[in-house]
């Protein structure tokens, strides 16, 4: 919603934005639908004006819009005048009761909160959880470019959280950190099978990797993991 303290209209009607430098934008007027006053915002390209001219003229105008009937059943009127079937729940963070449309929530948006603030407050403690306690985890695998990621722990020196498990294989199997130079390339071409015994150690780049059992065009003997 735009902060009417910065728009005003001069003497022959046209609507103006103020800024910091004391110089003014040109705006445009709209009617709020909540309280039918004409109030200024900044045109946007390809986004349509506002409907409210504060955020609590909104608010007071969807609530005007909920009614009970005479069976106790809420709804919510709109736009066009038809209704909705709605539904009264108490928030799961500042315990208000609240109405919400069944119709217009599901698995991402289970209506569990009076307002975003509500919402934002009660996931906030769930944000700082890691690893397996956090309601995000994964499993610790992902992958990217074909190659399998997994997650590590920092205290073994890592400065990401998630590392290429080919090169975690073979430096857990050394005993020691892989150099920038060092390559891995995987015996039978399949990224994804990060078994030590399919994995060969190399000093610079390698070719793309085989396409059948063995890739005949790399000197895979030279450097070889189980040495």
Request: with cysteine; net charge positive; proline share 6%.
């Amino acid at each position: 919603m735009p902060d009417q303290s910065r728009f005003f209209k001069d003497a022959d009607g046209h609507w103006w934005c103020k800024r910091a430098d004391e110089k003014h934008w040109p705006a445009a007027s709209a009617i709020c639908i909540g309280c039918a006053r004409e109030f200024g915002y900044r045109p946007r390209l390809h986004h349509a004006p506002p409907q409210y001219c504060t955020k609590e003229c909104g608010r007071k105008h969807a609530e005007d819009r909920w009614y009970k009937d005479e069976g106790g059943t809420w709804w919510y009127t709109q736009a066009d005048g038809n209704r909705t079937l709605g539904k009264e729940r108490l928030c799961g963070n500042c315990g208000k009761t609240f109405h919400f449309m069944p119709s217009k929530t599901g698995p991402r948006y289970p209506a569990l909160y009076c307002s975003r603030l509500c919402a934002n407050k009660a996931d906030k403690p769930r944000r700082r959880l890691r690893g397996p306690e956090s309601p995000h985890w994964r499993g610790g695998r992902a992958t990217a470019r074909g190659y399998v990621l997994i997650r590590v722990h920092h205290e073994e020196g890592y400065g990401k959280d998630y590392v290429p498990e080919h090169r975690y294989v073979m430096e857990k199997y050394l005993g020691r950190r892989l150099g920038q130079q060092e390559t891995i390339h995987h015996r039978n071409g399949d990224k994804t099978d990060n078994r030590i015994e399919n994995l060969e150690l190399h000093v610079g780049r390698h070719c793309k990797g085989a396409t059948e059992k063995h890739c005949p065009t790399c000197h895979c003997f030279d450097i070889r993991g189980d040495v």
